[in-house]
């Protein structure tokens, strides 16, 4: 997230001027304006490093050296004992020439809400980049459900008093099968290469993390599950969106990658299909929904009402880009100010004191919270993105002034 | 965002700004409320450049009705449930009229066939094209930067309420 690309004009600028770029930008860096754009840029690393990253080891040979070793080794085991049960692979000789795909141990300790660890977790994934296309993988791409099915199910649903509930399915990718045209080879697991078996790699029949194809290849699996096994139909309009209808009683699956929404006419057409699905995949029932891709929802029954709304992801985003202490405003953007492409910045001084903001990263921001539950900032999104590729500090502005709307409207 | 409370059918609105004067593009956008809150929206720089305010309109309500379309047959496939007519609102009363006969045809041959489709769908009897007065038309916020009290007043019309 923090990694901010230059806009191509900043290197063509100088050069047409014939000078280098690099002195034009030192000359700059005192410079009070310089220093707030690179405080942001720290903030937001500060806030990605901090969350996760100390915890938890990078590679293999670092968690070796780590106190909290044997922990992390159970994990890794606990791994490649699901995975072995899965039936993920079998040692083979690779064929001369063949494509090996490297592998690669990832660890995440994960918290509870205190941030206590409560589990450690290894997770073996392949190195997708070496796959090679037309070869190692074809087509990647999976359906998710819409954000509008998803705000349209779930405005029927509390006006008739359904139920909803959300489970998560544990490992989705590891489900994928791939097709007998997918001939795919893998590095033994680094550090845990079956002995005696040295010079062998890992034949692939399922899906691991990290390949190109496995987000294709578990959505296949899922409509095998839920159409052929448990008798769903697939929606037309929306091919993440399953349902099954017997009289009068109804049940909706709503699916994002590995997170399903059930929303059903009566509990015990979820206990029942979470009993049913449960016999294919693994799950993690997260009981009544609270919680969907950063969206909260708060459901009263009562008055049959439902709330959406994003205000965590709003406070985090804005903490993210160090924007939190701005003065609220009342309006998204200034009626009075038309923004264009003249004001983009025109000389070399101009590009370089907009090198170093995080334009793209904050309009991406600002862009879920539009689509996500926010049509009031629709258009003034709209407007700052037609500027990502070559902005000036006015659109920067109307960026922050955006934010600032969002900070004294996030409880909406 | 809420849904619920005072129950009302699926009902669009369609806007369109007038041309930008960059590049003459129309901003033009729709919003679909559903039982009291916003369920789709958008906000899009029409491809094609217009000549008046009423083929940028005309336009948008092509736009929406496919929108229309779309999750009415999302709504009525998983609720196993026939829709009444929907209404789209629209506030350019010659674009209206555009969708019921040839009218003013000096000024509207040129408009591209498939942006006609419309008046098919509104003869087939599955949507209804409605004026509807600027001041009430909750898409207008998708198209331009209002004052605050429009702001607040198309806000809370598009469900966005705190709990």
Not at chain 1, 275 to 284: D, F, L, Q, R
């Amino acid at each position: 997230m923090p990694t901010t690309k230059a806009p191509e004009p900043v290197v063509e600028a100088p050069d047409a001027e014939g000078e280098p770029r690099n002195q034009v930008l030192e000359g700059e860096g005192t410079a009070d304006w310089m220093m707030a754009a690179d405080c942001v840029e720290e903030y937001a690393l500060a806030a990605v490093i901090s969350e996760s990253e100390a915890l938890e080891p990078r590679s293999v040979k670092e968690a070796k050296r780590r106190p909290d070793w044997p922990l992390w080794e159970k994990s890794i085991e606990e791994e490649l004992d699901v995975l072995k049960a899965a039936g993920t692979w079998e040692l083979a000789d690779a064929p001369e020439g063949a494509n090996i795909v490297g592998s690669k141990w990832v660890f995440h300790a994960k918290k509870d809400s205190a941030g206590n660890v409560v589990r450690y977790k290894a997770r073996l994934v392949a190195q997708g980049f070496s796959q090679v296309p037309g070869v190692d993988y074809f087509n990647t791409f999976a359906p998710v459900a819409h954000l509008a099915s998803i705000r349209a199910v779930l405005a029927i649903a509390a006006v008739e008093d359904f139920e909803i509930h959300q489970i998560d399915i544990k490992g989705a990718y590891l489900n994928g099968i791939l097709t007998s045209d997918e001939v795919l080879f893998m590095r033994q697991p680094l550090g845990y290469a079956i002995p005696g078996s040295q010079g062998k790699v890992c034949r692939l029949h399922k899906t691991l993390y990290g390949l190109k194809q496995s987000g294709r290849r578990w959505y296949q699996r899922l409509v095998e599950i839920m159409v052929d096994e448990l008798g769903f139909t697939r929606c037309e309009v929306d091919q993440a969106v399953f349902f099954r209808r017997c009289g009068k009683s109804l049940i909706i699956v709503l699916v994002h990658v590995d997170n399903c929404t059930i929303v059903a006419t009566a509990q015990s057409l979820i206990d029942r299909f979470k009993i049913e699905i449960a016999k294919h995949v693994g799950i993690t029932d997260l009981g009544e929904l609270h919680w969907i891709l950063e969206i909260e929802i708060r459901c009263i029954c009562e008055r049959r009402k439902i709330y959406l709304s994003q205000h965590s992801y709003i406070k985090s985003t804005l903490r993210c880009y160090g924007l939190d202490d701005l003065k609220p405003v009342s309006l998204p953007m200034e009626t009075n100010i038309r923004l264009t492409s003249n004001q983009s910045p025109s000389t070399t001084e101009e590009f370089a004191k907009m090198r170093n903001i995080p334009y793209h990263e904050a309009v991406r921001s600002l862009m879920y919270a539009s689509l996500g539950t926010r049509p009031d900032i629709t258009y003034a999104v709209q407007t700052i993105s037609r500027f990502s590729k070559n902005l000036g500090l006015i659109h920067w502005e109307a960026v922050k002034r955006i934010f600032r709307y969002l900070k004294g409207t996030k409880e909406l | 965002m809420s849904y619920g409370g005072d129950g009302k059918e699926l009902t669009g609105y369609a806007d369109a700004d007038g041309n930008m004067p960059e590049d003459r593009h129309t901003i033009s956008g729709y919003a679909f409320l559903l039982h009291g809150g916003a369920v789709s929206w958008t906000t899009k720089r029409q491809e094609i450049i217009s000549l008046s305010t009423m083929e940028s309109e005309y336009v948008a309500a092509t736009y929406t009705a496919k929108e229309a379309l779309w999750l009415r047959s999302l709504i009525s496939q998983i609720f196993d449930t026939t829709l009444t007519l929907t209404m789209l609102f629209s506030d350019n009363q010659s674009a209206i009229a555009l969708t019921k006969d040839h009218q003013y045809h000096t000024r509207t041959k040129h408009i591209d066939i498939r942006f006609h489709f419309i008046r098919w769908i509104i003869e087939n009897g599955t949507l209804q094209l409605i004026y509807c007065p600027t001041d009430n038309m909750v898409a207008d916020t998708l198209m331009k930067a209002l004052p605050s009290p429009k702001v607040k007043h198309f806000a809370a019309e598009l469900g966005l309420v705190s709990v």
